[in-house]
């Protein structure tokens, strides 16, 4: 099965459109939300890229370039 997925690399300037990655999964921050204005989605998003970099720190995942 294949699953297509966002996601938010904090710090990684590169462009990953139409390439594999393996993406390890640690936690989960939120369920799906709605937002009423642009500027609340943003303010969500800071928070939420605190709490992934909190858990980063605590589970040190390790990077390679192995590829799929």
């Known amino acids: ?18 390439k594999c990655l393996r993406i390890e ?14 500027d609340a989605l943003v303010v969500q998003m800071h928070q939420d890229t605190e709490q992934a970099m909190a858990l980063l720190a605590q589970h040190k995942p390790k990077i390679s370039n192995t590829g799929c």
């Open 1 to 18: 099965n294949v699953i297509l997925l966002e996601t938010f690399i904090p710090g990684w300037k590169g462009d990953a459109y139409g």
């Open 25 to 38: 999964v640690i936690g989960h921050i939120r369920p799906e939300a709605h937002f009423d204005s642009l």
